[in-house]
């Protein structure tokens, strides 16, 4: 197992939760990359390898909130641990099923993170945040994959030019 790619992650991870959340949010609606990163582990990897990655990335992502610093960590291991079972269980060769796939853990993390902070209107806060979230960041899990799966590459994008 190579490590610095998990640290390049942990790191790009950081960066996005101190300055770069606030350029790439439209509308109060943000791009949960530990979610993603951990559900493309989870999609990707071994099952050990997406549980402490889960875990140290839930912790790097929830470092400026001390209150719920280690709940944000449990849930990020426990959706990336289902996503690794999960993936284990579905026929996931079809790259409809893999959005599919990354929008469903996407919002339920999302979901786990809005009920973990609380506070007033959690109940509405769950459809006009975390489903926007869900749904914006696997907007971005979908560029991911058309890289991933070969149907971007350099030279058809070079060829359209």
């Known amino acids: 197992m190579r490590l610095i790619p998990y640290l390049i992650y942990l790191i790009l991870i950081a960066m996005h939760q101190v300055f770069l959340q606030d350029m790439t949010s439209i509308a109060g609606v943000r791009i949960d990359l530990a979610g993603l990163i951990v559900m ?7 099952e050990v390898i997406t549980l402490w990655f889960g875990l ?5 992502w929830a470092a400026g909130m001390p209150d719920a610093f280690g709940w944000y960590g449990l849930l990020l291991a426990l959706v ?8 284990e269980k579905l026929n ?17 993390h999302s979901m786990g993170m809005t009920i973990i902070e609380g506070g007033d209107g959690v109940m509405t806060r769950l459809w006009t945040n975390a489903l926007p979230d869900g749904v914006y960041t696997t907007i971005v899990a979908l ?4 890289f991933k799966d070969g149907v971007i590459t350099y030279q058809k994008f070079k060829s359209i030019f």
């Open 80 to 87: 990336g641990v289902t996503a690794f079972h999960l993936r």
């Open 92 to 108: 996931l060769e079809s790259f409809y099923s893999k959005i599919l796939f990354m929008l469903g853990g996407l919002v339920v």
């Open 40 to 46: 493309a582990i989870a999609l990707y990897k071994s």
């Open 143 to 146: 560029i991911f994959l058309l």
């Open 56 to 60: 140290v990335a839930g912790v790097v």
